[in-house]
């Protein structure tokens, strides 16, 4: 009897209970594929829109003559391989949270220092780039241990720094290039090609490829965007907050002594106001990049798509013959626009985790 009853009760459940079927698993799957895709829209939106823009110029009766050329291309790459510098030396302190605004009077003062080594006191290239990049680092571990150690707001000490260079080389300099005993083979590095690629544009592609390793493969990495997320939380399970904070500071002072040395290379003489126009350009890729490939995370790849979405938008505009007051509002309007994007995808990106 109870056995019965038992058989009759699970009857009535059964039949009661809706059956997980069809419809249901279909909209989830559903669901899931419309997930999917949005997420696949979000990291190669900027890309695509990079092709769309590129197309739209190469076949734009104003500048189809003059964009798709080669000589057009291998100038965007010989041009863009400082700023990609300058935007990937920018992204490490974004990474933990903190702003090097330094970079392109770091960039202009590290040029001169390099023309000098060789125009003025006869150094050798080899020691001249070494020198470079040693005083170069010794800036960056300054500055990285001012905001680490001591506590200075980033953007205060790195605008003070960066005035700072400002000032240095426009004293050593009064304001005119170093044009002449520049080394004959850092000139050609940054002319020549080497199988019609702008030889500078294989140290861009080597810096990506280290930098791309650093960040996803190793634990430094991951480190570095655990210090970014939550700098608390990282020190109390034993990152060594201040020492990684440092490092970032060091790397993106590198950064742009590679891309003084190429600046150098490709004007073949070093001018003293070349560094900081730049700045602009490359810190709107580095924010463009964050909306890419990582949405809501600042990131190698992404990066040099901003880097190359920004250029290939400059350089149709200017070949297009808009009025020269177009180029900074492009500027300010595209970092103004990847600012808010990247905080509007970092802040859906931490709900996600949530």
Request: proline share 5%; aromatic share 8%; no cysteine.
């Amino acid at each position: 009897m109870m056995e019965a009853d038992t058989k009759r009760g699970a009857a009535r459940r059964s039949a009661s209970e809706p059956a997980p079927a069809g419809g249901a698993v279909k909209r989830t799957r559903a669901g899931d594929l419309g997930g999917r895709a949005i997420v696949l829209a979000e990291r190669n939106a900027l890309l695509v829109l990079t092709l769309v823009v590129a197309v739209f110029f190469a076949s734009w009766p104003e500048t189809a003559d003059t964009f798709p050329t080669t000589a057009n291309i291998n100038n965007l790459l010989a041009d863009q391989t400082v700023v990609g510098l300058m935007a990937l030396a920018a992204i490490f302190p974004l990474l933990v949270g903190e702003f090097d605004f330094s970079i392109g009077y770091l960039v202009a003062f590290l040029s001169i220092f390099n023309a000098a080594a060789m125009a003025r006191f006869g150094l050798p290239l080899g020691i001249a780039i070494v020198l470079t990049l040693v005083i170069a680092a010794l800036i960056g571990l300054v500055t990285g241990l001012a905001v680490s150690r001591i506590g200075l707001p980033s953007l205060v000490i790195t605008l003070a720094t960066g005035t700072l260079m400002s000032g240095v080389v426009f004293w050593y300099t009064d304001g005119l290039s170093i044009s002449t005993g520049i080394s004959p083979r850092l000139i050609e590095f940054g002319s020549n090609t080497w199988f019609g690629i702008p030889r500078a544009a294989y140290l861009l592609v080597l810096v990506v490829a280290i930098g791309w390793q650093i960040l996803e493969r190793t634990p430094a990495g991951r480190y570095l965007r655990f210090i970014g997320s939550n700098r608390d939380a990282a020190r109390l399970v034993g990152v060594r907050v201040e020492r990684f904070v440092t490092a970032t500071f060091v790397i993106s002072a590198l950064l742009s002594g590679l891309a003084a040395i190429a600046l150098t290379a490709r004007n073949g003489a070093a001018n003293p106001g070349d560094g900081p126009g730049l700045l602009f350009p490359a810190i709107a890729a580095a924010f463009l990049g964050a909306t890419t490939v990582r949405p809501g995370q600042f990131n190698v790849l992404g990066t040099l798509v901003g880097v190359f979405f920004v250029a290939t938008s400059v350089s149709g505009l200017n070949l297009a013959g808009v009025e020269p007051w177009v180029q900074p509002v492009f500027y300010g309007t595209s970092l103004a626009l990847a600012v808010v994007l990247s905080t509007l995808l970092s802040r859906r990106r931490a709900a996600r985790q949530r």
